[in-house]
């Protein structure tokens, strides 16, 4: 118990039904109140490599070449960028939303020659135009957002790489908010190079992300003569801290591993179809609710819609800014503004991990009822 003269600042407690961060798993604040050991002592080697395996189910793939990285998802989508990106190549990037815009960003300052096929915020791209698009440009890398998190758009990517493998470019996708909650299956889709993170679909704390190389895109990387720009996010130079010698690089967050173990290891038990369908459920259940009160989605099509976070246009006469403050002041209930183009029009309201439930989305669906 506190004591009267305990001036420690007290979180409050907030269901965080926004695009990230969202709940915790329980399971993964545990694990962090276990002793921090050294980089490389046993257990925390076996605990980075029981990650990768889990990391490499989640997303779908057998590359070797998957690790977690001690970064944001930003972070990662700056390695993928910084590693596989080269000056004076041809990029093609499809944008649709703010963080499609913040990976063409980044090109453009690793001095690429940057392409740019833009489309609505809230639409995806079909096979059609990706295919115009590449073969118009001819570039050395694709990339795209799998999961656009400012619009709730999803793109599978099965629409682009095809198109990018017919003229051998490397693809790079942005998975930041599909993993863990929705397939990602980035060797079925053909992606050489996907990134993540660590607080959204996988429900752990921020701080970590997540990265996963084929094995062609690492041969190219391992063939690469100059150095990328970034040293902390140099991939060659990380990926030595996993294998034996475990090669010191920089010095991870033990207790930050230890919480995507168990996030990882919640999702192994739950298995993955059953997690990607519990998320689609919830989504549902809480998209006819919306509707139901008369909010506009802002992704028209529902095959386009991810599942685990619900873009919406408030009904007229209702003051976006003062809902959010009324749900997280009334019902300690945090949900999201819209970025870019969209901020001030829109909640994004993300239903992830332990709030993806009938239970969770039915008391959101009456805080917000009272609100209204």
């Not at 980075?48 to 977690?68: A, H, S, W, Y």
């Not at 190219?220 to 294998?243: G, H, M, S, V």
């Amino acid at each position: 118990m506190p004591t009267a003269n305990d001036t420690r600042l007290r979180a409050p407690k907030r269901l965080l039904f926004g695009p990230g961060p969202v709940t915790v798993e329980p399971r993964a604040y545990e694990a962090m109140r276990q002793p921090v050991v050294g980089i490389r002592d046993p257990f925390l080697l076996q605990v980075m490599d029981e990650i990768r395996t889990g990391l490499r189910e989640v997303f779908g793939t057998k590359n070797q070449m998957t690790f977690p990285l001690s970064a944001s998802g930003s972070g990662a989508m700056e390695a993928a960028v910084g590693n596989f990106v080269r000056p004076g190549q041809k990029f093609a990037i499809f944008t649709n939303g703010h963080f499609s815009n913040r990976l063409l960003a980044m090109a453009e300052r690793q001095g690429t020659k940057v392409f740019r096929r833009e489309k609505a915020w809230g639409e995806v791209f079909t096979e059609a135009e990706a295919r115009e698009f590449i073969a118009e440009t001819q570039p050395e890398v694709v990339a795209f957002v799998q999961g656009e998190t400012s619009t709730g758009a999803y793109q599978t990517g099965k629409a682009i790489t095809a198109a990018a493998k017919e003229i051998n470019a490397l693809v790079i996708a942005d998975c930041v908010t599909t993993l863990g909650a929705m397939p990602v299956e980035i060797d079925a889709v053909g992606v050489d190079v996907a990134f993540s993170c660590s607080q959204k679909g996988l429900s752990c704390p921020a701080g970590l992300s997540a990265i996963s190389v084929s094995p062609r895109a690492w041969e190219q990387l391992q063939a690469r003569k100059e150095d990328p720009f970034t040293w902390y996010l140099d991939l060659k130079l990380i990926a030595k801290y996993f294998e034996a010698p475990h090669v010191y690089h920089h010095t991870p967050c033990p207790p930050l591993l230890y919480a995507l173990h168990q996030g990882l290891a919640v999702v192994q038990e739950e298995g993955l179809a059953a997690r990607w369908e519990r998320h689609r459920h919830a989504h549902e259940q809480l998209m006819a609710g919306l509707l139901e009160l008369r909010f506009e989605p802002v992704v028209k099509n529902p095959n386009d819609r991810l599942w685990h976070l619900a873009t919406v246009r408030p009904p007229a006469g209702v003051d976006e800014a003062k809902l959010r403050a009324r749900l997280t002041e009334e019902h300690d209930i945090e949900v999201a503004a819209g970025l870019g183009e969209f901020a001030g029009k829109i909640l994004r309201i993300g239903t992830m991990g332990p709030l993806a439930t009938t239970e969770n989305v039915d008391l959101f669906l009456s805080a917000l009822r009272a609100c209204l």
